[in-house]
């Protein structure tokens, strides 16, 4: 193919090759969401450990922060969680005071790119001398360095306990495949390494001066990760610009993540396979890759036009390396990313299939399975009807739907993590410390002042969480009130209405609960009426116990189809159930069957909770749709409005059906229950009895049915 033809082609190509990536959700607008989203939940973790008077700052990075992914393409979610506690100093003038001080030593045994940390005393700015725990390392100088091995050992010990699966990628220990966790501490000072890339001449205009400015002031972290060939590697520590990448991936326009995405595809489903599973050939060279390019390219070239141009150049890029056998890091001098990942003859295979994918053209976009890259643009080329294609609509919102439940869930995730904290309070003492916690000032995060948006979240996310809170202090002063048969006063009446707006069901599901507790069952029968009216086919039901995940449970087609439609932030409360939660400290204000959840454990049943059920499964936790109708059974049986409380039992059980059949029931046991005592007041034992032990039939551990079905047998 000629210059000028290859041009042409490659014109028209870029065009196609947009409309397809569009098509997968690789758009400005989705984006967007995923930024946002990610985002929002980094600030949520950090506020909700500030509020808990801990001084760890999380972040979220790689694809799903950065949107650079798809739907099918198997992202997992990176985080990162950093000790602010401890001060990493690049000299001993840093040392401070009534802090864990640790010293970076670049150790003549050390790589580039890595570090050993030495520990100080706490009282003056001297070397330790004496370890103080098993992570202590005492080098043959005498040295006492800090091993990298903590956050593993702390993570294998937790799996172990809860007998729940281990993963290991790197640095990353975790309980789950899809999800990445890393330790790290923060250093302040970027090292000698990153010097030389702030002064370098660059040909194009990116990055600008005012980002180098930024990048140089965001600082870096040291994750527990020792170099590859290294007999040290225990007690070495990587820096990683994680914070710098970041903010250039985010400078990035949406032609430059298409080109990111259009690597990662054929690095997923072409170069990968055609290296048969040996070396590791990873996304990072991808995005290496696409920075070089992003700097020695001109402006003029990053058009829609110009897009098979760029990724063939970025191809290249990376054909280069693998013959030179050294990919540089971008931003650290002296960093081959090619160690430990791809040997001499893996890159020679790597070679090969490069060249293959440049010189036919991009012909094996057209294979590439993933999202249905191939066919769409094959589609695009032709103009044929592909019946297994998924449109484009349906495609914006799966993802949406997706990024909101994902949202809403982790939301819940936080609050149970803070009330987690007050579990074992008396019920005065858990209102005074709801309460301060609800008015005290927020503890600034140590945000950079590029961090602008993050700044505004942490705002907003404490707003959030205080709600939430307000729920559950209206809930127990309420609980106290009725033990105590004292008159509630108008503050209680202002927790519950500052908290009313959380979702759409679990604050007034509460409220209904307290006021049928109290006897004001008309007012309960008006709430409740209120909930039903809010609850339509559009509400996603959200759980925050460890019971739902997003990656792998859809949302309702409904939901998806009624948040798609909404501005960027997809937190959408209209739309949101959360379960209903009720601590022991609030059990006057719940019915009386439902105690029997905060007592679930038979036996030695505690022993066989894993960690996530440990902060929860002595609370009552229920689905705010099956509660809605069990409230409503006990409140119109109450007022004797028969017609309608049969009306009730009858949605209990089709909720329960058809919840069960969509697996949007996420406490089925506890909804089980309730249809259970229903019947059981219906003068039913034994239908009631089926139900108890059918729960226990799928649960047959930590669930109240065990209770309920001694209790029942005794009974009879």
């Not at 220990?173 to 302040?188: G, I, K, P, Q, T």
């Not at 259009?262 to 995005?287: A, E, M, R, V």
């Not at 599901?509 to 008309?522: N, T, V, W």
Request: net charge negative; charged share 20%; hydrophobic share 40%.
């Amino acid at each position: 193919m000629n210059r000028f033809m290859s041009g042409r082609f490659y014109d028209v190509m870029s065009l196609r090759l947009i409309a397809a990536l569009e098509d997968m959700g690789v758009t400005e607008l989705i984006v967007g969401r995923r930024r946002h989203t990610f985002l929002q939940g980094e600030s949520a973790w950090s506020v909700t450990d500030k509020l808990c008077g801990i001084n760890v700052v999380s972040y979220h990075f790689g694809s799903m922060t950065e949107g650079t992914t798809t739907p099918c393409m198997g992202s997992d979610i990176d985080t990162l969680s950093c000790d602010d506690d401890v001060n990493i100093m690049s000299g001993w003038p840093e040392w401070e005071r009534r802090r864990h001080n640790l010293l970076m030593v670049k150790h003549e045994t050390c790589s580039p790119q890595h570090y050993r940390l030495q520990a100080a005393r706490d009282d003056m700015p001297l070397p330790l001398t004496q370890p103080y725990d098993e992570f202590c390392v005492t080098d043959h100088d005498g040295k006492i360095y800090r091993s990298n091995k903590e956050f593993e050992f702390i993570v294998r010990q937790r799996t172990a306990d809860d007998n729940t699966p281990y993963f290991h990628a790197g640095p990353s220990h975790s309980f789950s495949e899809m999800y990445d966790l890393v330790y790290a501490y923060r250093c302040r000072k970027l090292p000698a390494e990153c010097d030389s890339w702030f002064t370098r001449p660059r040909p194009g205009n990116w990055p600008t001066q005012e980002m180098l400015q930024v990048a140089r002031e965001l600082g870096c972290f040291l994750i527990p990760d020792g170099h590859c060939d290294s007999e040290y590697s225990a007690v070495e520590w990587r820096v990683s610009p994680s914070l710098i990448e970041r903010h250039l991936m985010f400078s990035m326009g949406i032609i430059h993540i298409q080109c990111y995405v259009t690597l990662k595809l054929l690095k997923k489903d072409t170069i990968n396979p055609y290296l048969n599973g040996n070396g590791k050939f990873t996304s990072f060279h991808c995005k290496t890759a696409l920075f070089y390019a992003r700097e020695q390219l001109l402006p003029e070239m990053w058009t829609v036009d110009h897009l098979f141009d760029c990724i063939v150049y970025c191809l290249a890029l990376l054909r280069d390396w693998a013959v030179s056998g050294h990919c540089p890091h971008y931003i650290m001098d002296g960093v081959n990313l090619f160690d430990g990942k791809l040997n001499s003859e893996q890159r020679v295979r790597l070679h090969t299939i490069l060249t293959v994918i440049i010189d036919t053209h991009l012909a094996p976009l057209a294979f590439v399975e993933t999202d249905n890259l191939g066919v769409r643009l094959l589609h695009n080329v032709y103009t044929v009807a592909i019946w297994d294609m998924t449109p484009r609509r349906a495609v914006f919102q799966g993802i949406t739907g997706f990024l909101s439940v994902y949202g809403n869930k982790h939301q819940m995730v936080h609050v149970r993590h803070i009330l987690h904290d007050a579990a074992d309070r008396s019920p005065d003492e858990m209102c005074l410390y709801l309460h301060s916690l609800i008015t005290q000032p927020l503890q600034q995060l140590d945000r950079h002042r590029s961090e602008r948006t993050l700044s505004r979240l942490d705002a907003v996310n404490r707003e959030r969480l205080i709600k939430y809170l307000q729920q559950h202090l209206a809930s127990t002063a309420a609980s106290i009130c009725l033990q105590h048969g004292i008159h509630m006063g108008t503050r209680i009446w202002s927790w519950y209405s500052a908290a009313m707006n959380t979702d759409v069901a679990s604050t007034r599901l509460k409220l209904a609960s307290m006021l049928y507790c109290k006897g004001d069952l008309q007012l309960a029968a008006d709430v409740l009426e209120d909930v039903e009216r809010r609850y339509d086919n559009t509400v996603q039901a959200i759980c925050g116990c460890g019971n739902m995940d997003p990656l792998v449970r859809k949302p309702r087609e409904t939901f998806t189809e009624a948040v798609n439609e909404e501005n960027i932030d997809i937190l959408s409360t209209n739309r949101v159930a959360y379960c209903v939660r009720f601590l022991p400290q609030e059990a006057f204000c719940v019915p009386p069957i439902l105690h029997y959840e905060m007592i679930r454990a038979v036996g030695d049943d505690i022993q066989h909770r894993h960690h996530t059920e440990r902060k929860w499964m002595n609370w009552a936790v229920v689905d705010s749709r099956p509660f809605l109708h069990y409230l409503q059974y006990l409140t119109f049986g109450g007022l004797g409005l028969r017609h309608r409380q049969e009306q009730a039992q009858r949605s209990l059980v089709d909720i329960i059906v058809d919840g069960i059949d969509h697996d949007q029931l996420f406490h089925a046991e506890t909804a089980a229950h309730l249809r259970a005592h229903c019947l059981e007041m219906e003068n039913q034992p034994d239908m009631a009895l089926e139900w108890y032990l059918c729960s226990q039939s799928i649960m047959p551990r930590n669930n109240a049915a065990n209770w309920h079905i001694r209790r029942l047998t005794n009974l009879q």
